[in-house]
Protein backbone atom coordinates (compact mmCIF):
# COMPACT_ATOMS: atom_id res chain seq x y z
CA UNK A 1 0.00 0.00 0.00
CA UNK A 2 1.20 3.58 -1.08
CA UNK A 3 0.75 6.16 1.44
CA UNK A 4 1.00 10.07 0.54
CA UNK A 5 2.41 12.52 2.73
CA UNK A 6 1.31 16.17 2.28
CA UNK A 7 3.97 18.87 4.01
CA UNK A 8 3.19 22.56 4.22
CA UNK A 9 5.53 24.68 1.67
CA UNK A 10 6.77 27.63 2.94
CA UNK A 11 4.95 30.84 0.69
CA UNK A 12 7.52 33.84 0.46
CA UNK A 13 6.73 36.77 2.28
CA UNK A 14 6.65 38.78 -1.29
CA UNK A 15 4.05 36.35 -2.17
CA UNK A 16 1.94 36.54 1.15
CA UNK A 17 1.79 40.54 0.92
CA UNK A 18 0.85 40.67 -2.78
CA UNK A 19 -2.03 37.76 -1.92
CA UNK A 20 -2.74 40.19 1.23
CA UNK A 21 -3.21 42.78 -1.43
CA UNK A 22 -5.28 41.14 -3.92
CA UNK A 23 -7.70 39.94 -0.87
CA UNK A 24 -7.96 43.33 0.23
CA UNK A 25 -8.79 45.03 -3.61
CA UNK A 26 -11.08 41.98 -4.11
CA UNK A 27 -13.01 42.83 -0.48
CA UNK A 28 -13.00 46.68 -2.32
CA UNK A 29 -14.39 45.78 -5.11
CA UNK A 30 -17.03 43.13 -3.61
CA UNK A 31 -18.28 45.92 -1.19
CA UNK A 32 -18.60 48.87 -4.45
CA UNK A 33 -20.77 46.10 -6.36
CA UNK A 34 -22.92 45.53 -3.63
CA UNK A 35 -23.25 49.18 -3.44
CA UNK A 36 -24.13 49.63 -7.07
CA UNK A 37 -26.64 47.02 -7.21
CA UNK A 38 -28.40 47.34 -4.02
CA UNK A 39 -27.77 51.10 -2.77
CA UNK A 40 -29.01 51.63 0.48
CA UNK A 41 -31.26 54.90 1.05
CA UNK A 42 -30.17 57.09 3.83
CA UNK A 43 -32.85 57.80 6.35
CA UNK A 44 -31.34 60.93 7.71
CA UNK A 45 -31.72 64.04 5.52
CA UNK A 46 -29.44 66.87 6.22
CA UNK A 47 -31.40 68.39 8.30
CA UNK A 48 -31.99 65.45 10.76
CA UNK A 49 -28.22 65.33 10.47
CA UNK A 50 -27.46 69.26 11.34
CA UNK A 51 -29.86 68.51 14.56
CA UNK A 52 -27.54 65.06 16.15
CA UNK A 53 -24.88 67.17 15.33
CA UNK A 54 -25.68 70.42 17.00
CA UNK A 55 -26.94 68.18 19.98
CA UNK A 56 -24.26 65.65 20.31
CA UNK A 57 -21.58 68.87 19.22
CA UNK A 58 -20.09 66.79 16.13
CA UNK A 59 -19.71 67.86 12.62
CA UNK A 60 -23.30 66.86 10.64
CA UNK A 61 -21.18 64.89 8.17
CA UNK A 62 -19.84 62.16 10.65
CA UNK A 63 -23.49 60.71 11.62
CA UNK A 64 -24.31 57.78 9.46
CA UNK A 65 -27.44 56.25 10.92
CA UNK A 66 -29.69 56.39 14.73
CA UNK A 67 -31.78 53.78 15.61
CA UNK A 68 -33.94 52.79 18.56
CA UNK A 69 -32.89 49.92 20.86
CA UNK A 70 -35.58 48.32 22.95
CA UNK A 71 -37.16 51.42 22.99
CA UNK A 72 -35.01 53.38 25.55
CA UNK A 73 -31.99 53.87 24.11
CA UNK A 74 -30.81 55.99 20.66
CA UNK A 75 -27.66 54.92 19.19
CA UNK A 76 -25.83 57.21 16.88
CA UNK A 77 -23.67 55.41 14.57
CA UNK A 78 -20.58 57.13 13.11
CA UNK A 79 -18.93 57.39 9.87
CA UNK A 80 -15.94 56.25 11.36
CA UNK A 81 -17.66 53.25 12.93
CA UNK A 82 -18.37 54.44 16.30
CA UNK A 83 -21.26 54.95 18.11
CA UNK A 84 -22.68 56.50 21.29
CA UNK A 85 -26.26 55.86 23.38
CA UNK A 86 -28.42 58.44 24.59
CA UNK A 87 -31.48 57.54 26.89
CA UNK A 88 -34.75 58.15 24.07
CA UNK A 89 -36.46 60.86 25.88
CA UNK A 90 -33.42 62.86 26.91
CA UNK A 91 -32.51 62.69 23.15
CA UNK A 92 -36.50 63.83 21.69
CA UNK A 93 -36.19 66.91 24.12
CA UNK A 94 -33.40 68.00 22.71
CA UNK A 95 -34.17 67.18 19.30
CA UNK A 96 -37.55 69.65 20.16
CA UNK A 97 -35.14 72.06 21.29
CA UNK A 98 -32.78 72.25 18.63
CA UNK A 99 -35.59 72.09 15.83
CA UNK A 100 -37.31 75.24 17.40
CA UNK A 101 -34.51 76.70 17.57
CA UNK A 102 -32.59 75.69 13.92
CA UNK A 103 -32.48 77.85 10.78
CA UNK A 104 -33.35 76.02 7.77
CA UNK A 105 -31.61 76.04 4.83
CA UNK A 106 -32.59 77.30 1.33
CA UNK A 107 -33.22 73.71 0.04
CA UNK A 108 -34.69 72.79 3.18
CA UNK A 109 -37.36 75.95 2.57
CA UNK A 110 -38.02 75.45 -0.87
CA UNK A 111 -38.92 71.61 -0.15
CA UNK A 112 -41.22 72.73 2.83
CA UNK A 113 -42.90 75.29 0.60
CA UNK A 114 -43.00 72.69 -2.25
CA UNK A 115 -45.06 70.65 0.27
CA UNK A 116 -47.04 73.42 1.49
CA UNK A 117 -48.44 73.98 -2.39
CA UNK A 118 -48.97 70.16 -2.95
CA UNK A 119 -51.37 70.50 0.34
CA UNK A 120 -52.97 73.51 -1.07
CA UNK A 121 -53.49 72.16 -3.91
CA UNK A 122 -55.50 69.29 -2.49
CA UNK A 123 -57.51 71.34 -0.28
CA UNK A 124 -58.25 72.54 -3.39
CA UNK A 125 -59.41 69.79 -5.65
CA UNK A 126 -56.38 70.64 -8.02
CA UNK A 127 -53.56 68.13 -8.65
CA UNK A 128 -49.75 69.76 -7.58
CA UNK A 129 -48.93 67.59 -11.09
CA UNK A 130 -50.86 70.16 -13.25
CA UNK A 131 -49.67 72.98 -12.18
CA UNK A 132 -48.34 74.68 -15.82
CA UNK A 133 -46.43 77.28 -14.20
CA UNK A 134 -45.34 79.39 -10.66
CA UNK A 135 -44.52 83.05 -11.09
CA UNK A 136 -41.75 84.03 -8.38
CA UNK A 137 -39.13 87.06 -7.86
CA UNK A 138 -35.53 86.22 -6.12
CA UNK A 139 -33.05 88.68 -5.60
CA UNK A 140 -29.54 88.09 -7.33
CA UNK A 141 -26.29 88.22 -5.37
CA UNK A 142 -23.07 88.00 -6.37
CA UNK A 143 -20.02 87.77 -3.67
CA UNK A 144 -22.23 89.54 -1.56
CA UNK A 145 -23.13 92.31 -3.48
CA UNK A 146 -26.60 93.11 -4.24
CA UNK A 147 -27.04 92.48 -8.57
CA UNK A 148 -31.22 92.58 -8.95
CA UNK A 149 -33.91 90.67 -9.31
CA UNK A 150 -35.40 88.03 -11.42
CA UNK A 151 -38.62 86.90 -12.00
CA UNK A 152 -40.24 84.37 -14.21
CA UNK A 153 -43.78 83.91 -14.82
CA UNK A 154 -45.88 82.09 -17.58
CA UNK A 155 -44.91 84.48 -20.62
CA UNK A 156 -41.05 84.81 -19.45
CA UNK A 157 -38.03 85.77 -17.93
CA UNK A 158 -37.98 89.43 -15.83
CA UNK A 159 -35.04 91.48 -15.01
CA UNK A 160 -34.66 94.42 -12.78
CA UNK A 161 -31.87 95.96 -11.50
CA UNK A 162 -33.99 97.66 -8.25
CA UNK A 163 -36.95 97.06 -6.43
CA UNK A 164 -38.73 99.25 -9.15
CA UNK A 165 -36.78 99.52 -11.34
CA UNK A 166 -37.98 98.64 -15.89
CA UNK A 167 -38.46 95.23 -16.33
CA UNK A 168 -36.26 93.82 -19.25
CA UNK A 169 -37.44 90.66 -20.54
CA UNK A 170 -35.72 87.26 -21.84
CA UNK A 171 -36.16 84.13 -22.95
CA UNK A 172 -34.02 82.18 -20.80
CA UNK A 173 -32.61 82.80 -17.05
CA UNK A 174 -29.37 82.93 -18.24
CA UNK A 175 -30.48 85.50 -20.85
CA UNK A 176 -32.24 87.24 -17.71
CA UNK A 177 -29.17 86.92 -16.03
CA UNK A 178 -26.71 88.38 -18.46
CA UNK A 179 -29.42 91.69 -18.65
CA UNK A 180 -28.26 92.55 -15.20
CA UNK A 181 -24.50 93.18 -16.46
CA UNK A 182 -23.79 90.12 -14.99
CA UNK A 183 -20.93 87.86 -16.97
CA UNK A 184 -20.71 84.27 -17.10
CA UNK A 185 -18.03 82.32 -14.61
CA UNK A 186 -14.79 80.99 -16.84
CA UNK A 187 -13.34 78.05 -15.19
CA UNK A 188 -9.82 79.06 -14.44
Keep these: MHYTTHTQQAIPSSSRDEQALAQVELNHLLESQAEAVAPTQDPLTSRDRRIIGEIIEVEPESIRTIWIEGGITVWVQFVDGGRLPFDRNWFAT ?7 TLPETPLERNER ?3 ELEKACTAFGLYHGEIDWLSFSAKLYKGGRFVGFIECNQESWYARPRQYGVNRVADTAKDVIALLGVRTAVAA
Design 113 to 115: LSD
Design 94 to 100: RVAEVKA
